[in-house]
């Protein structure tokens, strides 16, 4: 376990209107307001888009993703953080679970995935904690890590 502590800062709460796309405003919003790292929330509808919804076996490393498109519109609700890459860009991981009718879905939005009608977004930024994410090369994830 790796452990970094550090104390709450700003708090945003974003509007996110019909064809937005996460993660790639959200991530935009925190290189313009000078975020670095953060905790977020996100209740709302999505149009489409694609997931990753787990890799194709769970031995081969690094993991192949498996990708499913949503296709109509779906409820949502998600958690995650943004932390900056080693190229200092704020970058968003985000897992949300996805409902249409009886049918429910979970996974990574890192792909992307468009705003139907509202969004509501809520970033705490977290100061003190200087971690980066740095690409590991085993799994090919991109891991919390001291800077």
């Known amino acids: 376990m790796k452990v970094a502590q550090g ?82 860009q704020p970058k968003l991981h985000m897992h949300a679970t996805f409902g249409r009718g009886e049918s429910v879905r979970t996974g990574c939005i890192r792909p992307g995935i468009d705003i139907w009608t509202i969004g509501e977004f809520v970033l705490i930024e977290l100061l003190g904690t200087d971690l980066v994410r740095k690409r590991d090369a085993s799994t090919g994830f991109e891991l919390l890590s001291p800077r």
């Open 7 to 88: 104390t709450i800062g700003r708090v945003f709460v974003l509007r996110l209107e019909d064809g937005d796309r996460l993660p790639d405003c959200v991530e935009r919003f925190a290189s313009e307001r000078g975020v670095r790292q953060g905790f977020c929330a996100f209740v709302g509808g999505v149009a489409s888009g694609r997931i990753v919804v787990g890799p194709e076996d769970s031995v081969t490393m690094p993991p192949v993703p498996v990708l499913l498109g949503l296709v109509g519109a779906h409820e949502a609700a998600a958690v995650g953080t943004i932390f900056p890459d080693e190229q200092d």
